[in-house]
């Protein structure tokens, strides 16, 4: 059962918005896929309110006094999403399940300061857990993308891939939809984004 925790200190760099439309991809393959919530504010919790039931299910992580919980009996995939500022006991215990880490990243220089000490304090404990760095709300084909590549690169971790600036993961997470719950033709240049992601994602 692959354990994927989405991570990153800072927040507003697109947590919520990676993990929700992992879990739908899991969804949308018929997998029974958890989606749980770190965050005490527990924004994935409040959009999978918002899920129609017509949709491919994605099941809540239930959180016990504030403690890692054990997953719904049957749970094929879990995604876990974390909160700003992570870090202390919770952090340890999260990091002592995951199978793979991904921090989504913006590519200005304050997101990458923000972010660095994190990074390397990952750096530590991958061995534990595959780790790797998602560009987000970039064009890929961008100086700032190329930065953001050398920036990681020289840390040893990968750059996965990187995820446009598009309003159709506002408008779907409005809705709490995924980009795999509409018409392919809606999503196509997001599905393209994501190829190489997914590949990193499932590969044992």
Request: charged share 20%; no cysteine.
């Amino acid at each position: 059962m692959p354990v994927i925790v989405i991570a990153n200190p800072k927040g507003g760099v697109g947590k919520s918005t990676f993990a929700t439309n992992l879990a739908g991809y899991f969804a949308a393959q018929g997998h029974k896929v958890m989606l749980g919530d770190v965050d005490a504010q527990q924004s994935s919790r409040s959009w999978l309110a918002l899920r129609p039931a017509s949709l491919p299910a994605i099941h809540a992580w239930e959180i016990e006094d504030g403690h890692v919980a054990k997953p719904p009996k049957g749970t094929t995939h879990i995604v876990l999403d974390t909160p700003a500022g992570f870090s202390g006991k919770r952090f340890e215990k999260v990091m002592q399940i995951a199978d793979k880490v991904v921090v989504p990243l913006q590519p200005s220089i304050f997101d990458i300061l923000a972010t660095q000490e994190f990074l390397q304090k990952l750096q530590q404990i991958k061995g534990k857990f595959d780790l790797g760095v998602l560009g987000m709300r970039v064009n890929g084909r961008t100086r700032a993308a190329d930065q953001l590549t050398k920036y990681v690169n020289g840390l040893g971790i990968p750059v996965l891939g990187f995820l446009r600036d598009t309003q159709n993961y506002v408008q779907l997470a409005a809705n709490g939809a995924t980009l795999w719950d509409v018409a392919p033709s809606r999503v196509e240049k997001d599905f393209e984004q994501w190829q190489g992601l997914l590949k990193w994602i499932e590969k044992k």
